[in-house]
């Protein structure tokens, strides 16, 4: 059960040690956004290599929607932050998830 009504951020990512460096980035990433927008935050590790990092929002039993991928390479930490944030700021439009719309003066703070 999510603690607060906003949902959560999931990072999917591979297990193995080339990808380490990645998720570094990526993580740091979504923790800061889940700490600013008061999100929880779950990383899912899989088996398979050399895949891309993924951020998915879910909130609730709702389908996770994803808001970032990697794409194999190594990005920058402002760059992942401002993608995760231009996404939840169009997610706060859907009706789905209303939720997000009291967040969204956090948003805008943030960019």
């Not at 879910?58 to 190594?74: A, M, Q, R, S, V």
Request: aromatic share 10%; with cysteine; hydrophobic share 40%.
């Amino acid at each position: 059960m999510l603690r607060n009504s906003f949902g959560k951020l999931l990072i999917y990512a591979p297990t193995d040690a080339a990808s380490k460096k990645r998720l570094k980035f990526v993580q740091n990433a979504a923790e800061e956004t889940a700490r600013l927008l008061k999100l929880e935050l779950e990383v899912v590790k899989f088996r398979k290599s050399l895949s891309p990092i993924y951020v998915y929002y879910e909130n609730g039993d709702e389908e996770p929607i994803p808001l970032y991928c990697d794409k194999g390479k190594t990005g920058d930490l402002q760059e992942i932050c401002a993608t995760l944030r231009k996404m939840m700021f169009v997610l706060s439009f859907h009706p789905r998830h209303s939720a997000l719309k009291h967040v969204r003066g956090a948003i805008m703070r943030l960019s």
